[in-house]
Each structure stands twice: as C-alpha cells, then as structure tokens.
C-alpha cells in the first residue's frame, strides 16, 4: 500500500505554529507531511525565527511524498491580512478555519493519512461566530452528526480522558450523567485497541468530588452516576476500576496498575500528563472516523517570532498520527 502524507493546519498565524512545524521538518525523524499555508508568510516567518528551511509548493497532498526529504511541501492558501508574530487579526479568522476544513476533506476522502493540527486561538475565532469551543468539536460536526469525539491526551507517561470537555467547571455536575460516562469509555476502549493496540485495555475512573465522594458523605455523583456505570460496563466485560480518589490515581504505582485514566473534567486530566510531561503530550481526538493529532500546548503568542518554541509535542503529534494510521489499518486488515 502506499504511503499517504500527512496534513498540517496552520492554527493561529500570529502563534508558533510555522515555527514548531517548521522544526518538525528540520527534525528529519518525522513521516511525510505538508503544510497548508502561505509560503512566503512560513519563509518569512522562518526567517524572523532564525530557523532554516527549503520550500516547496505543492498542487496535490502526493506531491509531498516526492519533496519531503528536500524541502517542506507547502500546500497555498492565503490569509486576507499580514499579521505579525503574536499579533492575531481577526480577519484572518475564517482562513483559519477554511484551512481546517481542507484537511478534514482530505482525510475523509483518504488523500493523507491524517491531519496535525497547530494551535487555533479561540478567542479570535469566537469573535467571527465559530460556534465551537475547540478543534474537537469542530471536527466532530465536519465529520458527520452520528460522530461523538472524546479529547484523549498521550504521552509516554499516561493516557488520560476528560468526559467532559471545554465546559466551565460549575457546569459539570450538570452535565454529567450515566449514559455520557459509559459511551466516552466504550469510546476510549475501542480506541486503545484499534489505535494503541492495547488488546486488553485496563481503565480507572477518577471520582468527581474529593475522595471519590467519601460513599455519599461528599457529593452523591459517585453513587448515582459513576458506580453504576462502571457495574455496567464491568458485567459487559471491560477491564475497569473505580472511582478513584482523583487525588492519589495519578502516583507512580497506582498508574503501573492500569492503561489510561478516565476523569471528570478538562484539568482533572490535563494537570497530572502536563506536570508529568508537559512538552512531550499529544491531544488525540478519538471517536472520529479520520485520524487527528495535535500538539497539547496553546499559540504561545508571547514568544511567537523567537524561535524559542519547544516542537517536541508538534514532532511527537506527527509520529503518533502516522501510527495510529498504521495501527488502523492493522486492526482492519488492511495493514
């Protein structure tokens, strides 16, 4: 089977993306990719960067496995107004998320292997009427209403899921409920074994309040929703434990005993796999029918043109989506 490449969003042009892509390539270590941007804005921002990098434009996502090795493929597309680094504008906004919806199309119609996508300042995006939170949920509705994502963070240390997402904290005893907890984990668990090849995946389930909720004596989510919905999923023959304690199942030993953490809300997960390793940790949108990567790290507008940014994260999104892809295929047949 041939190779497909790999399709990179520029995210936030004020932010690092260019630059963090632009080390990616000069990595070497990287799967073919290309860049959907403008190139004389990734040449200048290369330079203001102080980073080196031959460019090649390209007319189809093919065309980059030829050029891969030379040069980094950019695909053309514009943005109606110069930005400088660390400067949104806001009408650039809809190139953002026009650059987004090329790749999905690409994806869905199996031109690349998956896409990559830099950090969108959602801010800026929120001011033009994009009606989503975040790269997740956009990407849900690109791919069809029959679509549930759930946000997976990976990195060699842990694997964690938030249940609930971009919402604010005091909404989350408001929405959580039985049924969302049992669909995000049969998500997640059909996802560690097509796309992590984890052929019996162990899951442990945080609790929502301090101490799991102390039997009912501190909050009752645990009782009524929580425990039910592991029983449920246990008598259908997942490997899954809780509610933990969110305050000690992220220790050393007690992560050895499973293969990703279910939690309750965004920080719940995101704060222990940051404060394990923050520059190595790699969103993955599960649950979609295409395969989507991302650095975990925001449009750090405030080092944006320096050349300072950290592209671990950006060059291990890159290498993951290019297995997740293969894995894929393996668990398909197709491999």
């Known amino acids: 089977m041939l190779e497909k490449p790999i399709a990179i ?37 290369a330079k203001e960067a102080n980073l080196e990098v031959p460019i090649k434009i390209i007319s189809s996502p093919e065309q980059s496995l030829e050029c891969f090795i030379d ?80 946000m997976l963070l990976a990195s060699d240390e842990l694997l964690v899921v938030p249940v609930t997402i971009h919402e604010p904290l005091a909404n989350v005893p408001k929405i959580l409920n039985e049924n969302l907890l049992q669909r995000t984990i049969l998500i997640t668990n059909t996802a560690l074994k097509t796309d992590f090849s984890i052929e019996r995946p162990r899951l442990c389930v945080s609790g929502l309040n301090p101490h799991a909720g102390e039997n009912g004596t501190i909050g009752l989510e645990e ?79 405030n080092i944006a043109g320096s050349g300072d940014a950290d592209a671990n994260s950006m060059i291990r999104a890159i290498k993951l989506a290019h297995r997740i892809y293969q894995n894929r295929l393996a668990s398909s047949g197709f491999g």
């Not at 995210?11 to 990616?24: C, D, F, L, S």
């Not at 869905?108 to 033009?128: D, H, R, Y």
Request: hydrophobic share 40%; aromatic share 6%.
């Open 223 to 301: 009782e009524q929703i929580i425990k039910p919905a592991i029983e449920s999923l246990k008598n259908r023959g997942l490997r899954i434990n809780g509610p933990v304690s969110a305050d000690s199942m992220f220790t050393e030993d007690v992560r050895k005993r499973y293969d990703i953490a279910i939690c309750m809300y965004h920080d719940q997960a995101l704060i222990p796999i940051k404060t394990l390793d923050f520059w190595n940790s790699v969103n993955v949108t599960i649950g979609l029918p295409i395969v989507r990567t991302s650095p975990d790290h925001g449009t750090a507008l």
């Open 71 to 150: 040069a980094l493929p950019i695909l053309p597309h514009k943005f109606p107004v110069h930005c400088k680094s660390g400067k949104p504008e806001e009408l650039n906004a809809p190139a953002v998320i026009e650059a987004i919806e090329i790749a999905v199309s690409f994806a869905k119609t199996g031109l690349v292997s998956a896409l990559v996508t830099n950090p969108i300042q959602k801010e800026i995006l929120t001011k033009e009427k994009f009606q989503y939170p975040g790269h997740t949920e956009f990407l849900a509705a690109l791919c069809g209403t029959e679509v549930e994502p759930v």
């Open 9 to 45: 969003t520029p995210g936030e042009p004020a932010g690092v993306g260019t630059e963090i892509t632009v080390k990616a390539w000069n990595d070497k270590s990287c799967p073919p990719f290309f860049l959907i941007d403008d190139a004389e804005r990734v040449a200048n921002r």
